[in-house]
């Protein structure tokens, strides 16, 4: 049931049918029943609002549920189509989807500014009003405060404290890098400017180095630390957005910690035993409550740590970001590690992407650029140097360089094509039919070529389904033994991956769902295609705080040792949320918010990686389809990448040249 506008606004001659206005939206799905009742609650509030304040009052609410913090008033006037997303996903095409511009067209920016002249309604900052305007920027005031908070606690990290000596640096860093690049080496750069920061970004695509980076940057915190006198080792604290983003830290980072190249530094195994290995979600180091925003660490309760690293901070939202500063205590340094180029978090914000948006050209001052060549010994390309660069931009740093793609790599170069907005090079790319990129379009997209990728014995869903069935532990086997197996499991369903573009329609995520149970029973890999089964992969789709389990974690359903008829029992098997390599077994009927996953969402996708991906996109150009998210979807690949694009090439390319444009003030 869609909830309407008061009875009991205004009877004002436009009151009504901006009331019948907006309830007619929700009902086709262009609205959220949530903005709906957003607006009616301002009306019952303020029964003397213009109405065109209330419309654009429900606008703003429908922008954070699209991840925009705020509506642009401007913006929308001259695009509403493109500005709101609309129609929106899985509207039909004969719906009159131009209704919100024709409305929009009658609606001048003066008038809608002079509707928001309302104190009772909006301010123009601080105070306690609903809604914040700045500018042409409307803001429910929770997220205004949240960009607030945001920008004074990086700006106030990036002004704290003496950065070190440039000589101080030379020494520990020289031992760190021990091998030359042949050009500038970004991750002793990196390195460099974020100790000297108390904000720090280092940013780059797959294979760039950032987890290798972080690492040495550790080294160097704790060596500078140990070397002062009565020094002592730093409280450093690793984490990540979700579950399986810590997971995959974690297994990396013990690695990388072994490696270091220590012998050089006059405590070297001091410095090594003090750089932590273990990771954990940001929800489970805030502490999080249950059925509440608020954590246990706030401004009243700080984090008891020096350093905060988050890794895959482009899936942190603005939300989270603020409550992660709040926790901090004032002289805690805090270093972000992402890709600034993939699809922003889900939740409402792009922070990581408005913090890297120059990040391409540097814009480090002359004084930047002298401190680095006394520091590390690296030369900035003087097209990188820039005396207007702000304090921002000396504390971010974009590392250049893929270990993970070859220079042949069909993947790396459809990523970075795709990312560069260039359909030409695509097109071209696609031509030459490199050996790890495969693309099915129109005609070529049958229901055989799909039952063929998805069947696939090496890189297809078949490969973690025999694993179910042929490597089960015996029934008197024990823990470890399953604990084993569910690792194996998981490994083999990692191999592969069916991402979508969309959630509905044949080829979004809830047609290819049902279509790829329905190929996998057929084949005899599962007993079922609907409700609890051996095999049954499950995305969790809201966090469960009981039981340990965040929006995103995918598990395994297997067999152990029960109760039932033939002395089995289902249990899911999920990679422990604290990122150790543990397995988290839950029951089946605990799970109130989870759905099949044999096909995933790029948004979903994001803090992982899967040897092969397959990326369906739908049938026709969407709002949704984007450079990021083709960006997204292709660099989840390892080794394979196969495009599925029965819409044709115009669809691909559409995508290609639309950007994700996240309405914000964080940079304004």
């Not at 397995?583 to 899967?610: C, D, M, N």
């Amino acid at each position: 049931m869609i909830p309407c506008l008061p009875e009991s606004a205004p009877p004002a001659a436009d009151a009504l049918p901006m009331a019948t206005l907006l309830a007619g939206w929700a009902e086709r799905g262009w609205l959220r029943a949530l903005d709906v009742a957003f607006a009616g609650f301002l009306w019952r509030e303020v029964p003397e609002a213009p109405p065109l304040a209330i419309l654009a009052a429900a606008l703003a609410s429908h922008q954070l549920g699209r991840g925009h913090v705020c509506l642009d008033l401007a913006a929308t006037l001259a695009d509403p189509a493109f500005a709101l997303s609309l129609p929106p996903e899985g509207a039909e095409a004969t719906e009159p989807a131009a209704l919100p511009g024709a409305v929009l067209k009658t609606v001048t920016l003066d008038a809608w500014l002079a509707a928001l002249d309302s104190p009772a309604l909006v301010a123009p900052g601080a105070g306690s009003t609903p809604l914040v305007r700045v500018g042409n920027r409307l803001y429910l005031r929770r997220y205004w405060q949240y960009e607030q908070d945001v920008r004074a606690g990086i700006d106030q990290r990036l002004q704290a404290g003496t950065p070190p000596a440039a000589t101080a640096l030379r020494g520990p860093l020289d031992a760190l890098f021990t091998s030359t690049t042949g050009g500038p080496d970004w991750q002793k750069i990196a390195c460099a400017l974020a100790a000297r920061s108390g904000f720090a970004i280092v940013t780059g695509g797959p294979g760039t180095g950032k987890t290798t980076t972080v690492v040495k940057l550790l080294a160097l915190l704790q060596a500078l630390a140990l070397d002062q006198p009565g020094g002592r080792e730093l409280r450093i604290r690793l984490a990540a957005p979700t579950g399986k983003a810590a997971a995959r830290l974690n297994a990396s980072i013990a690695t990388a910690v072994a490696g270091l190249p220590l012998g050089a530094l006059a405590d070297g195994d001091a410095v090594r035993a003090a750089i932590p290995t273990a990771v954990t979600t940001l929800h489970r180091l805030l502490g999080s409550r249950p059925d509440s925003r608020q954590f246990r660490h706030h401004a009243g309760k700080r984090l008891p740590l020096d350093v905060l690293v988050i890794d895959e901070a482009s899936m942190v939202d603005l939300e989270m970001m603020a409550a992660v500063l709040a926790a901090l205590p004032p002289q805690a340094r805090l270093i972000l590690l992402g890709d600034k180029d993939q699809l922003a978090s889900v939740e409402a914000g792009a922070v990581l992407g408005e913090l890297c948006r120059r990040a391409e050209v540097g814009h480090y001052t002359p004084a930047t650029a002298a401190w680095l060549a006394e520091a590390c010994g690296e030369a900035l390309d003087p097209a990188l140097v820039d005396s207007a660069g702000t304090a921002l931009d000396q504390a971010v740093a974009m590392l250049r360089a893929s270990h993970r793609f070859s220079a042949d790599s069909g993947i790396g170069r459809l990523a970075a094509a795709v990312n560069a907005g260039d359909p030409v090079a695509v097109a071209a790319l696609w031509q030459a039919a490199p050996t790890d990129l495969r693309r099915l379009t129109g005609d070529a997209c049958t229901e055989a070529a799909f039952g063929a990728l998805i069947l696939d014995a090496k890189h297809g869903y078949r490969h973690y389904l025999e694993h179910v069935g042929r490597e089960r532990p015996a029934h008197d086997a024990g823990q470890p033994a399953f604990d084993a197996w569910a690792h194996a499991v998981l490994a083999a369903h990692g191999r592969f991956q069916l991402l979508c573009a969309l959630r509905r329609g044949a080829w979004g995520v809830e047609g290819l769902n049902t279509r790829i149970a329905q190929v996998l029973h057929g084949a005899g890999l599962i007993p079922a295609v609907d409700g609890w089964y051996a095999g049954r992969p499950v995305l969790v789709t809201r966090n469960d705080y009981g039981l340990g389990l965040m929006n995103g974690d995918i598990g395994i359903t297997l067999p152990v040792p029960g109760t039932g008829e033939d002395g089995w029992s289902l249990r899911v098997a999920f990679p422990a949320s604290d990122g150790s390599a543990g397995i988290h077994w839950v029951l089946p009927s605990r799970l109130q918010a989870v759905e099949t996953v044999y096909a995933l969402t790029a948004h979903k996708s994001q803090g992982s990686e899967f040897a092969h991906v397959a990326l369906a996109l739908p049938e026709a150009p969407s709002p949704i389809l984007t450079r990021e998210l083709l960006y997204t979807g292709i660099t989840r690949a390892r080794m394979a990448f196969t495009l599925l694009c029965p819409g044709g090439a115009a669809v691909e390319q559409a995508a290609i040249e639309r950007r994700v444009l996240r309405d914000s003030g964080l940079m304004a």
